[in-house]
């Protein structure tokens, strides 16, 4: 069992900065690909970013490099740092875990925590 608690979420303006992070507790951490995803309302839960278990390799949706996924395999983490944030980033946003590897199907995390709401004013 893996236990996960986002925090960080927030309201900022648009073009503003945001910073989430990711506390797990139980099992080993350190083996598990993190990700995170967002759900919109009314939309499908979507993948943001993952990074792998070692933290030596990352994946992003956003292709304008404004996100960037790190863990700390000590403390036992995960953040997410956004930048240039719009208002189409309104969503809350969750971290998950799975054991191994990092993928964009949110039906492969095992593990979920229980969601930080970002909202993005114009």
């Known amino acids: 069992q893996v236990q996960l608690v986002e925090s960080g979420g927030g309201l900022v303006q648009a073009g503003g900065s945001l910073r989430l992070s990711c506390a797990a507790s139980?099992?080993?951490?350190?083996?598990?690909?993190m990700g995170w995803f967002r759900q919109a309302p009314g939309k499908d839960r979507e993948f943001v970013a993952g990074?792998?278990?070692?933290?030596?390799?990352t994946r992003y949706a956003d292709s304008e490099g404004r996100f960037t996924v790190s863990r700390d395999n000590v403390q036992n983490t995960v953040s997410l740092e956004m930048n240039r944030l719009t208002p189409e980033d309104t969503a809350v946003y969750y971290c998950a875990a799975n054991l191994g590897f990092v993928t964009t199907n949110p039906q492969a995390y095992d593990y979920w925590g229980q969601g930080a709401q970002v909202t993005v004013s114009s």
């Open positions: 990074i792998t278990p070692s933290g030596a390799n």
């Open positions: 139980g099992r080993a951490f350190s083996e598990y690909a």
